[in-house]
């Protein structure tokens, strides 16, 4: 079956650095979209960013451009998400996710991921 998984979260103090990992398998990725969305406590789950698999376009939520960056190893099925000066308000559980449906442009909405990781904690303290 499909699995992501994700590693690299843990404690930084604001301004550091840090970078997650999904670890994909279980199908043919070539046409998706992988997908990055965290969810603080009491918070509904948001988009962060995203790459296509094949053409290697990027999109970002407003709030973590210039700071994030997604990239992806395709030799090594997996997809990171590098995060630079990191605040506080950057906290939350971290998803990984897969969008196999065919776009021309990578997607935002939780609804239009078809794979979920488990997730991984980023805490970033003051």
């Known amino acids: 079956q499909v699995q992501l998984v994700e590693s690299g979260g843990g404690v930084v103090q604001a301004g550091g650095s840090l970078r997650l990992s999904c670890a994909a398998s279980?199908?043919?990725?070539?046409?998706?979209?992988m997908g990055w969305f965290r969810q603080a406590p009491g918070k509904e789950r948001e988009f962060v960013a995203a790459?296509?698999?094949?053409?290697?376009?990027?999109r970002y939520a407003d709030s973590v451009k210039g700071r994030f960056t997604i990239s992806r190893d395709i030799g090594k099925n997996t997809v990171y998400l590098q995060m630079n000066g990191l605040k506080p308000e950057d906290t939350a559980v971290y998803y990984c996710?897969?969008?196999?449906?065919?776009?021309?442009?990578?997607?935002?909405?939780?609804?239009?991921?078809?794979?979920w990781g488990q997730g991984t904690q980023v805490t970033v303290s003051s």
């Open positions: 996710a897969a969008d196999a449906h065919f776009t021309i442009i990578p997607r935002t909405g939780l609804n239009d991921y078809d794979y």
């Open positions: 279980g199908r043919t990725f070539s046409s998706d979209t």
């Open positions: 790459i296509m698999w094949s053409s290697g376009r990027t």
